[in-house]
T-cell receptor, first 115, second 116 residues
C-alpha cells in the first residue's frame, strides 16, 4: 500500500551543525507535502510546506527539498539549536490520502541535539 | 486567547467504560478535527467538522462519536472503550481545511488515554 515514512527513527546532531531529516513517499500522485515539529507533550506544529511543482522552498533556518524522481522529501535545519529537539514528521496529500483531509502522515524522526 | 484546549490531559479507563474527550477553541475557526497518534504510526484522522452542525468521518471513525453544536466545541465520545483505543488524541482547528492551509491549523496539547 501507499505510505509515508522516515528513514531514521532517531537523529543525533551537535548543536550548531545542520540537520537533515528524510522522508520517503510512495504515492507518485501526491501533490503537496508538509513538515511538522512535535515537541514532547505538545501537539504538532506546522513548519513548512511545498507543492509538487517546486523542488525547494526555504523558510527561517529551514529548507525543504523535494525529489520527485526518487519520491524523497527532506527537511534541512541550519545551525541546529537545543530548541530544535523534537519529533519531526512529514505529511503528503495524494489522491488516495488517508484522511478526509487527504493527508497521510509519516511516523516521525526524533531529533536529538548534543551540546 | 487560549488557542485549542483539551481536557483531560490523562485518562485511564476500563474496557467497556464510556467517556468524552473535550476540545474547545476560541479562534472562531470553522474547521475542527480529531486525530489519534499511536507509537510507530503517523497521525490518523478520526472525525472532522467543517462547521457547527456538520460532522463527517475520517480514516478511523469506528468506536467514536462526535457532535458540533457550537463553533467553539468539538467533543469526542467513546461509547464503550476498548484497549485498541489506547492512544494519544489530538484535537485541531483551522479557519480552512487542513490541506488548504496547514499553516493556519492549531493542534491542542493532546489527551493520553489508556484503556485497560
Amino acid at each position: 500500500g501507499e505510505s509515508v515514512g522516515l528513514h531514521l527513527p532517531t537523529l543525533s546532531v551537535q548543536e550548531g551543525d545542520n540537520s537533515i531529516i528524510n522522508c520517503a513517499y510512495s504515492n507518485s500522485a501526491s501533490d503537496y507535502f508538509i513538515w511538522y515539529k512535535q515537541e514532547s507533550g505538545k501537539g504538532p506544529q506546522f513548519i513548512i510546506d511545498i507543492r509538487s511543482n517546486m523542488d525547494k522552498r526555504q523558510g527561517q533556518r529551514v529548507t525543504v527539498l523535494l525529489n520527485k524522481t526518487v519520491k524523497h522529501l527532506s527537511l534541512q535545519i541550519a545551525a541546529t539549536q537545543p530548541g530544535d529537539s523534537a519529533v519531526y514528521f512529514c505529511a503528503e496529500r495524494g489522491e488516495t490520502g488517508g484522511g478526509a483531509d487527504g493527508l497521510t502522515f509519516g511516523k516521525g524522526t526524533h531529533l536529538i541535539i548534543q551540546p | 486567547n487560549a488557542g485549542v484546549t483539551q481536557t483531560p490531559k490523562f485518562q485511564v479507563l476500563k474496557t467497556g467504560q464510556s467517556m468524552t474527550l473535550q476540545c474547545a477553541q476560541d479562534m472562531n475557526h470553522e474547521y475542527m478535527s480529531w486525530y489519534r497518534q499511536d507509537p510507530g504510526m503517523g497521525l490518523r484522522l478520526i472525525h472532522y467538522s467543517v462547521g457547527a452542525g456538520i460532522t463527517d468521518q475520517g480514516e478511523v471513525p469506528n468506536g467514536y462519536n462526535v457532535s458540533r453544536s457550537t463553533t467553539e466545541d468539538f467533543p469526542l465520545r467513546l461509547l464503550s472503550a476498548a484497549p485498541s483505543q489506547t492512544s494519544v488524541y489530538f484535537c485541531a482547528s483551522s479557519p480552512v481545511a487542513l490541506a488548504a492551509g496547514p499553516d493556519t491549523q492549531y493542534f491542542g496539547p493532546g489527551t493520553r488515554l489508556t484503556v485497560l
